[in-house]
């Protein structure tokens, strides 16, 4: 099997180095020439590309699936336009003209709903703020192809951690995560191994259209996270006076797991940091 990752960042590289491992041919997809030279050192193919620049789906390689992880480039919805609905255009049109599977990864940034309750694969998108209307959109778009008979889902990843990403643990100790007002708000995470078996998985045995969760069995109450924090680095937690802005809902992927076939190597985000929060600390 040849898989094109499209994006290989911090995500991106994960999911490539364990289809690697698994012995697929990768091809990954950098903007930055030099970053994507880079790739070929560990056995990626690279290419340096644009995909929201026309015409940049000619410049794709035939391939028997895409992942569709690019990440924008920054906070604007302009940004998130390119990154979102125009490249995912040329990828699922080149997914298309290849009958190639396509695994977009979005963000549970979509569910913006605000009443502590749960949410699920089934529950409709509330995004908040115009960022998250284009990562809604984009979702649709790919459920659109799905319906029109291409191989193409979506695994919502909540709040990715892991090794080389684990600043939860300095917004800790600095004060920024605190106790006090909004304490009582859900928080959603996935572990960055857990979240490349979803994505994996997803390509394997995704249904067409479909929406999935990639998010762990436990989500938590932020004072949860902010005290096991505080006690594992020796810090007293910080008290806020005003809740951060943010949804407040519990984020439940038991139907993807059972549906992927996802056995979760991190269930809750104290098995994920307990052996990043002492790099953290030495740090």
Partial sequence: MHVLVAGCGWLGSAIARRLLFEGRRVTGIRRDPARAAALAATGIAPLALDLAAPGAEERLPAVDAVVACQSATSDTPEAYRAAYL??????????????????????????????????????????LGPTAEVLAEAERAIQAAGA?????????????????????????????????AGEQAWMNFCHLDDAVSFVLAAIARGAPGAVYHGSDAAPARRREVVRWIADRIGVEPARATVAPPGPDRRVLSERTRAALGVTLAYPSFREGLLPLVPEARRS
Avoid: F, K, W
């Fill in 86 to 127: 125009d490249a995912n255009r040329a990828l699922l049109a080149h997914a298309r003209r290849c009958g190639a599977r396509l695994v977009y990864t979005g963000s549970t940034g979509v569910l913006g709903q605000s009443d502590g309750l749960d949410v699920d694969e089934s529950s409709p998108p509330m995004p």
């Fill in 148 to 180: 029109a008979g291409l191989q193409a889902c979506v695994v919502r990843l909540s709040g990715l951690y892991g090794p080389g990403r684990a600043g939860i643990v300095e917004r800790v100790r600095s004060g920024r995560l605190a106790l006090g």
